[in-house]
């Protein structure tokens, strides 16, 4: 079990980072942090449609394995015998 309990760990904290910058890429709706970094001004260059629902796709597939990874990770420890 430790070493399902690493993978997992290791997943998690992979999962993490790769969730977090997918959220950062997304087009901001404006007035919100990415105007502050310039996100404002790419409004006007405009995005491709498929592009972003392609990034849509990718960040919730990314967010299950995220949660299905926490789930699991829960059980281990729920059901580790050796307590540790």
Known sequence: MT???IVLQVLLALT???LTLLIL???GKGGGLSDMFGGGMSASVGGSGVA???LNRI???NAVL???VVVALGLVER?????S
């Not at 059901?79 to 307590?83: A, E, V």
Request: aromatic share 14%.
């Open 66 to 68: 995220w949660a299905a």
């Open 52 to 54: 972003e629902r392609n």
């Open 25 to 27: 890429l997304h087009k």
């Open 79 to 83: 059901f580790d015998p050796s307590g």
């Open 3 to 5: 070493v399902l309990r």
């Open 16 to 18: 993490s980072l790769f």
């Open 59 to 61: 960040t919730v597939a």
